[in-house]
């Protein structure tokens, strides 16, 4: 097709096609680029935030519960309601974490619909020592010998509830753990690919330049070249018809 074309044309054409491929490799290089950041905003804004969700929920559990248990040791009925305004505010948090664990639907429902059920049977049961407490403060039972009431649904009803619950924050905990390693993974693997897919259309570009150069150059310097030998045989004094 170049040699049908005046210098001038096949110049233009040759640059064209040069530019066309630079073009080409630079869309799908950003286009390839864009993919890999969004790999990584799914990864920080999926798996880790999940992650971080489950652990919250841990800390601020274990938090709640070492204020039961002190209320119910101390008996102290000046920092009662305090104490409970701040469990309170705990089981607030709690819940937050696990609604958006629900929202982002990324581990298995049933787990994590069964971490909700045993999370609330134990805020319940939180419930019943603090209106325990509240009852001894009011009757000044507090002191007397022997288990309190509070006592009594803080040992056995409360702690083995708790102990659920934070076994199956654990599931929850190594569920995401394998969900942020596999979309690490997956992330990792898709931008290999479209590094390999970037450096083969560079190579490809580079391989069809260097042939376009040649037949370029060599469709222009033939004409050249004949025409120097048609000089130096004319000066020679042979003409060929």
């Known amino acids: 097709m170049l040699n049908n074309l005046k210098i001038r044309s096949r110049l233009l054409v040759s640059y064209a096609i040069i530019l066309m491929l630079t073009v ?3 869309v799908t290089a950003i ?3 864009n993919g890999a950041n969004q790999n990584l905003h799914e990864f920080s804004n999926g798996a880790m935030t999940a992650r971080s969700l489950v652990r919250n929920s841990r800390m601020s559990t274990n938090t709640a519960a070492r204020y039961l248990r002190d209320m119910a040791i101390s008996k102290d009925n000046a920092t009662l309601e305090s104490n ?3 469990v309170d505010e705990l089981i607030v948090s709690i819940r937050e974490n696990i609604n958006d664990l629900k929202e982002m639907d ?3 429902a049933a787990e994590v619909n069964k971490y909700a059920s045993l ?3 134990w805020i319940a049961i939180g419930g ?6 509240r009852a001894e ?3 000044n039972t507090a002191d007397t010998a022997g288990m309190t009431e509070s006592e009594r649904i803080l040992v056995e009803e409360c702690t083995p509830t708790l102990d659920a619950v934070v076994a199956q924050a654990l599931v929850l905990d190594d569920a995401t753990a394998v969900l942020q390693d596999d979309t690490l993974d997956e992330s990792v693997k898709s931008t290999n690919q479209d590094m390999i897919i970037v450096v083969c259309l560079l190579v490809a570009a580079v391989l069809l330049a260097f042939f376009i150069s040649i037949k370029v150059t060599a469709s222009i310097v033939r004409p050249v070249a004949e025409v120097e030998d048609a000089a130096k045989n004319l000066s020679k004094g042979l003409i060929k018809n």
């Open 24 to 26: 080409i490799i630079s």
């Open 31 to 33: 286009s390839k680029l």
């Open 84 to 86: 409970a305004k701040r």
């Open 106 to 108: 990324l581990l298995d």
């Open 119 to 121: 999370m609330e049977e």
């Open 128 to 133: 019943r020592v603090e209106e325990s407490l």
């Open 137 to 139: 403060a009011a009757s």
